[in-house]
């Protein structure tokens, strides 16, 4: 059987990718620390400008007139 990485977090191992075991089966696990993973690039104010323009075409011209409408 191969080796199958998983992150601990909330005092459980969760698979990083899907695996077929049968239900209730005992395994026994080694845990191995592997490298972080470099973080995440901040966005660039132009990325968050980018998000915000394809965000705001909705076709509406006046949002304002509408900021009583719930949807249901």
Same mark, same amino acid.
């Given at each position: 059987? #191969?080796?199958?990485?998983?992150?601990y977090?909330?005092?459980?191992f969760?698979p990083t990718e899907p695996?077929?075991? /049968?239900?209730?089966?005992?395994?026994e696990?080694?845990?191995?620390?592997?490298?972080?993973?470099p /973080?995440?690039?901040?966005?660039?104010?132009?990325?968050?400008?980018?998000?915000?323009?394809?965000?705001s075409?909705?076709?509406?011209?006046?949002?304002?007139? #509408?900021?009583?409408?719930h949807?249901?």
């Amino acid at each position: 059987m #191969k080796a199958i990485q998983a992150i601990y977090r909330d005092g459980a191992f969760w698979p990083t990718e899907p695996f077929v075991l /049968p239900e209730s089966t005992r395994v026994e696990l080694e845990p191995r620390l592997l490298e972080k993973e470099p /973080p995440l690039k901040a966005p660039s104010l132009d990325d968050v400008y980018e998000v915000l323009r394809r965000r705001s075409q909705t076709g509406e011209t006046d949002l304002a007139e #509408k900021h009583n409408e719930h949807q249901p």
